[in-house]
């Protein structure tokens, strides 16, 4: 057996055990998409990094333990880069959560960019209807496709589309995505933009959502569709 110290805490494990076994073993967490269904493979998400007692970030995921290691596993530096890591993770990331088979409360991605404070996945993420109950697809002027995700998705749960609470998201590719899921079920831009206006009219990154829904939606039919 190895001993290692993680955040003061010394346990014991097998010789041979990566540090993310340790970690737990003592208790703690750490985010980690390479053991969650198959997304990423061999440490490449880094999302797990720790800090070693040399200031040395590695991947909990892969890297061995050593007699008398320590380990930081929540420290200003390791969330700093964990925050920039996610937001590269979801610059190459197809944000489609209203197709998504990890929607209504069961995405790690749009858990750890809640928790890090990083802005891009919608309340579609979150939302519990599926399919022809999605009410995008029905018709309505839902604002989830482009609102920042965080409340749970309450509205739809209560019967009513979506109207913005909190805030829209401003990521030019997740607007993108939204204005051609409009067009694609024949929501009307412009119904959505009104509806929006009513809630964020005022805000100043408004104009940058409505020039990017505007040119998309445009975009979408001028080339015929997806």
């Given amino acids: 057996m190895v001993k290692v110290i993680v955040n003061g805490t010394e346990v014991e494990v097998e010789e041979g055990a990566t540090l993310l076994r340790a970690i737990q073993r003592a208790g703690y967490e750490v985010p980690t998409l390479c053991l969650f269904g198959h997304m990423y493979r061999e440490a490449s998400c880094r999302v797990c990094l720790v800090e070693l007692s040399n200031g040395k970030l590695v991947p ?72 022809e109950d999605c009410l995008v697809v029905r018709g309505y002027p839902c604002l989830g496709p482009i609102t920042v995700a965080g409340c749970g998705a309450q509205c739809p749960l209560s019967g009513s589309y979506c109207i913005g609470c909190r805030g829209p998201i401003t990521r030019k590719d997740t607007l993108r995505e939204a204005a051609r899921f409009y067009a694609k079920y024949g929501v009307n831009i412009k119904n959505v933009l009104s509806l929006a206006t009513i809630f964020w009219g005022r805000l100043s990154e408004f104009n940058l959502v409505r020039s990017e829904l505007l040119n998309s939606f445009t975009n979408y039919f001028r080339g015929g569709g997806p």
């Fill in 60 to 131: 909990a995921c892969a890297y061995p333990v050593s007699e008398g290691l320590r380990v930081l596993t929540d420290t200003p530096k390791v969330r700093r880069v964990r925050r920039t890591v996610i937001e590269l993770i979801l610059a190459t990331h197809k944000t489609k959560c209203w197709e998504c088979l990890r929607k209504g409360g069961h995405c790690l991605l749009l858990k750890l960019a809640s928790e890090y404070g990083v802005e891009g996945i919608p309340v579609c993420a979150e939302c519990p209807l599926y399919g």
